[in-house]
């Protein structure tokens, strides 16, 4: 028998709205009896109260027009359509409260006929529901938090005959996160049931976990200026790579801060201990964090450093903040989550404010590289492409860029890069449309037993 797999769609409301044709058709929910028709809408459907009164102007029920009934009186795998006024004389006469619509047939009780006690019972009428018009538009996303179920293939039908649709949503199949390639080779051609369930991100404003990415991020900020305003000496660790009190001082702050914020979700960074990978495969989610990415930059005195801290999920980044202390700037993102720039005002943070990646000008790309690792391989790389312009910029800002529409492509094309290095520029790049691509094709992982990123593309043209 065929089992019921769960689905969490993450995505902004009007992206959601890809997915009316499939409520057209019809998906599976649960009424409970004891509640009247229009309760029902509001309590196990969750539509608005408004909704139900101003815009559900026409119900049906197993294709007959209906005002009210008792859930009692409908039979297990009943059809329920909602509808907003239909145009025409047929229209008005289906209309709730309309001044011939007494005359049709197929109205039972109201309300005030509803048996009290009943709405406790655990028992519940399992029936097909089908959204039209107006109510499709303005209510979908209500009932899509409180689940539906459907033939699990034909969401995957959905998204190949769209490519656009949900191209920027966060899925996580059976509580595993999924990019959209994955999850339509997993479902395509399924014949079993999907529970899915649908959460909206603000367009406005990041999330409460990214926001408190970004305080995290920014306080670790703080710290490292204070130590650049009043001096500090370099070491030197194995790799030969730079050490300073600020690398230390930042990756204490964000370990109290994360403690707080996250208790018990383990942390990786690049100041802390050594974990072997045994340990680490074991975690389903883990923070990676660089306190300090480009301590050549801030030992030079440029300001391209950052903060950079990453939730991972399941073996990709999920989260992600980088904060440019000597520029007053954080990011954040993540894949369905969106992306979001703040710039310091004075002493306080400005507004959030939304960005995207940009088209590329097909007059020819801006590309980045690394200031501090330039590569050979990068002139044989884009001797076939139309570039107009290469910068160069240092840490994890180039992800940043790419983000926020001021760049096209940065290819990393040399090795020894690190997990810290990449994780949470890499979310906030997806979660700005972009994405950040193996050489073969593949959305770079992490918490890899090498910790290695190596080579790969991070680009304003979303995985395919």
């Known amino acids: 028998m065929p089992t019921t797999r769960t689905l969490l769609i993450r995505a902004e409301p009007e992206a959601l709205l890809a997915l009316t044709p499939i409520l057209r058709e019809g998906v599976t929910v649960s009424l409970r009896p004891g509640l009247s028709l ?18 559900v102007q026409t119900v049906f029920l197993d294709g007959s027009p209906v005002d009210d009934i008792d859930v009692d009186s409908a039979a297990p795998g009943c059809t329920l359509a909602l509808a907003g006024a239909l145009p025409g004389v047929a229209g008005i006469a289906m209309r709730r409260g309309s001044p011939v619509g007494v005359f049709r047939e197929g109205i039972t009780h109201g309300v005030a006929q509803i048996q009290a006690g009943k709405a406790g019972q655990a028992r519940t009428v399992g029936a097909t529901l089908k959204l039209f018009n107006t109510v499709a538009l303005e209510c979908l996303t209500a009932v899509l938090e409180q689940g539906v179920e459907l033939r699990a293939g034909r969401l995957a039908e959905l998204l190949e005959a769209d490519p656009a649709a949900l191209a920027q949503a966060g899925f996580s199949l059976d509580g595993q996160t999924i990019d959209r390639a994955g999850l339509m080779a997993t479902l395509t051609g399924q014949a079993g049931t999907l529970r899915l369930t649908a959460e909206h991100c603000d367009a406005d404003s990041p999330h409460p976990d990214l926001a408190a990415l970004a305080t995290i991020a920014e306080a670790a900020g703080a710290a490292i200026m204070d130590v650049r305003r009043t001096g500090f000496s370099v070491e030197y660790k194995n790799d030969a790579s730079p050490l300073t009190r600020a690398d230390l001082a930042a990756h ?8 707080e914020r996250f208790p018990g979700v383990p942390v990786l960074s ?5 974990m072997p990978y045994e340990q680490r495969a ?24 950052c ?20 520029w007053g700037k954080t990011y954040v993102g993540g894949l369905g989550r969106g992306a979001f720039r703040r710039e310091a005002q004075g002493e306080a ?5 939304a960005i995207r990646v940009r088209r590329p000008d097909p007059a020819g790309l801006t590309v980045l590289a690394s200031r501090s690792h330039p590569s050979p391989d990068i002139e044989a790389f884009l001797a076939d492409k139309r570039v107009a312009e290469r910068i160069t910029a240092g840490s994890a800002l180039k992800f940043c860029l790419v983000a926020e529409g001021k760049a096209d492509l940065y290819p990393r094309l040399n090795t020894g890069m690190r997990e810290w290095d990449t994780a949470a520029g890499q979310a906030v790049l997806e979660g700005a449309g972009g994405s950040v691509l193996t050489l073969d094709g593949k959305r770079l992982a992490v918490n890899k037993p090498d910790l290695l990123s190596g080579t790969f593309l991070a680009s304003a043209k979303p995985a395919e």
Request: glycine fraction near 10%.
């Open 38 to 55: 229009r309760q029902s809408m509001i309590q196990d459907l969750g539509l608005c109260p408004e909704c139900v009164e101003e815009r």
């Open 252 to 259: 204490e702050v964000i370990l109290r801060g994360l403690a």
């Open 270 to 274: 690049e100041e802390g201990a050594d």
């Open 282 to 305: 074991r975690w389903q989610r883990l923070f990676i964090v660089d306190p300090l990415d480009g301590t050549k930059e801030f030992v030079k005195e440029l300001g391209e450093f």
């Open 307 to 326: 903060v950079c801290i990453a939730l991972a999920e399941n073996g990709f980044p999920a989260l992600g903040a980088v904060h440019v202390p000597a």
């Open 349 to 353: 943070n400005g507004p959030w404010q």
